[in-house]
């Protein structure tokens, strides 16, 4: 039972360069979320999608894109990374009920 | 103001103390309301789920909602040190609604 995968687990870019973050899951859950989490900030959602098909942005956007690729899959893509995106990115998957968000383990991505 | 506060810490006790973790928040739509644990380089994982106003216990965890003072809680007695983790609330106003978190309190349980 997998439940939210991420890849890469850690990635380090120069300024500039471009990459896309990798989320799948599972559970046949609806939503899907993309996270930054910075020290002192907490948790602060880039982008979501409520149903295959739709994203919306979330808190912090700019800089980022996302792709819904199908029920199961939610990427994350910088197409000019700058050092001010350097954080751990989480992904996450819902379908809204009791149990919460499920979070994958993290993308710690530093940009120098 | 934020809609969710919660005191960053960092909170350090010893071993068996009963703990007291809290967040305020100024939404009153908000229904739900969750406790999240997340280990150092790990995702937070649910750690309790409660909805309206009362208490919920799991083991040795106790959530606590009082809507009227928009004040949640959550208690962790005979706390251990494999209880050392950041713990976030996060609360929504329905089912099919975003979570908002708080940033999270650092625990440190020393032996």
Not at chain 2, 36 to 45: H, V
Request: aromatic share 12%; with cysteine.
């Amino acid at each position: 039972n997998a439940g939210v995968t991420q890849t890469p687990k850690f990635q380090v870019l120069k300024t500039g360069q471009s990459m896309t973050l990798q989320c799948a899951q599972d559970m046949n859950h609806n939503s899907m979320y993309w996270y930054r989490q910075d020290p002192g900030m907490g948790l602060r959602l880039i982008y979501y999608s409520a149903s295959e098909g739709t994203t919306d942005k979330g808190e912090v956007p700019n800089g980022y894109n996302v792709s819904r690729l199908n029920k199961r899959e939610f990427s994350l893509r910088l197409e000019s990374a700058a050092p001010s995106q350097t954080s751990v990115y989480f992904c996450a998957s819902s379908d809204g009920g009791r149990d919460g968000y499920t979070f994958g383990s993290g993308t710690r991505l530093t940009v120098v | 103001q934020k809609e969710v506060e919660q005191d960053p810490g960092p909170l350090s006790v010893p071993e068996g103390a009963i703990v007291s973790l809290n967040c305020t928040y100024s939404n009153s739509a908000f229904q739900y309301f969750m406790w999240y644990r997340q280990y150092s380089r790990k995702g937070p994982e649910l750690l309790m789920y409660t909805y309206s106003s009362g208490n919920k216990e799991d083991g040795r965890f106790t959530a606590q909602v009082d809507k009227s003072s928009k004040y949640i809680s959550l208690f962790i007695r005979d706390s251990q040190p494999s209880d050392s983790a950041t713990y976030l609330c996060a609360m929504r106003r329905g089912s099919n609604y975003k979570l908002t978190f708080g940033k999270g309190t650092l625990l440190t349980v020393n032996p």
